[in-house]
């Protein structure tokens, strides 16, 4: 079974510019999550899509950040502009419905440097 | 908002020897989640313990729940050098989705 597919896997920007992150989920998870995860931490929710409306974006700062998940399949996550405290590791996971016990399962993730 | 602190923030053991990492959190919980992340294969789900459930195993792991003090456990037995990773927990905290600690890392010497 194929995993969750994150696009790039790298990626180096400067301050002000844009940027955007590409997922592509287990096929059949209605369910997908966008995570931050800053150096030394654990990851963080920013956005979790049911097919493609908007679960939860509590934690999506929206002056900057962005995402989508056209016909509820593969998502976008765009920062626009990004700032030095964006770097992180930006993960994408996919679960088969929305409860918390549902198992969820992580992309390799995209490490964004701001310089 | 950090709702689970792991506990130590770093381990070092010998092959062999077990592990064993606590998580403490301050809201009452649907459940509690261990993972493991490592370069190699990222983040990935080990066990999940409901509220109402007080010892889980899977393998070489043994995961406790003590919701009167809040706090959970992760004891990995016979510890390999693959097992050499940070290790989350992460809590449900009844709002339906998961908040991760910052996790304990974990090298296990050859």
């Known amino acids: 079974e194929a995993g969750v597919a994150q696009s790039p896997r790298y990626k180096i920007i400067e301050k002000r510019q844009s940027v955007a992150f590409w997922c592509n989920p287990i096929s059949g998870h209605a369910t997908l999550y966008w995570y931050q995860q800053i150096l030394g931490q654990g990851p963080k929710l920013l956005i979790q899509?049911?097919?493609?409306?908007?679960?939860?974006d509590s934690q999506l700062p929206k002056d900057r950040f962005s995402a989508e998940r056209l016909k509820g399949v593969d998502s976008t996550l765009k920062i626009q502009p990004a700032k030095l405290e964006d770097s992180a590791v930006y993960l994408c996971?996919?679960?088969?419905?929305?409860?918390?016990?549902?198992?969820?399962?992580f992309g390799p993730g995209t490490r964004l440097t701001v310089l | 908002s950090q709702q689970g602190e792991e506990d130590p923030q770093a381990l070092s053991i010998q092959e062999g020897e077990n592990a064993t990492m606590n998580c403490s959190y301050k809201?009452?919980?649907?459940?509690l989640q261990w993972y493991r992340q490592n370069s190699g294969r990222g983040l990935v789900h080990l066990i999940l313990?409901?509220?109402?459930?007080r010892e889980k195993h899977s393998g070489r792991l043994r995961v406790t729940l003590d919701t009167s003090k809040k706090s959970s456990s992760l004891l990995i037995t016979a510890s390999r050098a693959a097992d050499t990773a940070s290790y989350f927990c992460a809590t449900d905290a009844n709002t339906g989705k998961l908040i991760f600690g910052q996790g304990t890392t974990l090298q296990v010497k050859p």
């Open positions: 313990i409901r509220s109402n459930e």
């Open positions: 809201t009452s919980i649907n459940n």
């Open positions: 899509f049911q097919n493609n409306g908007v679960v939860d």
């Open positions: 996971a996919s679960s088969a419905g929305t409860a918390s016990y549902n198992e969820q399962f």
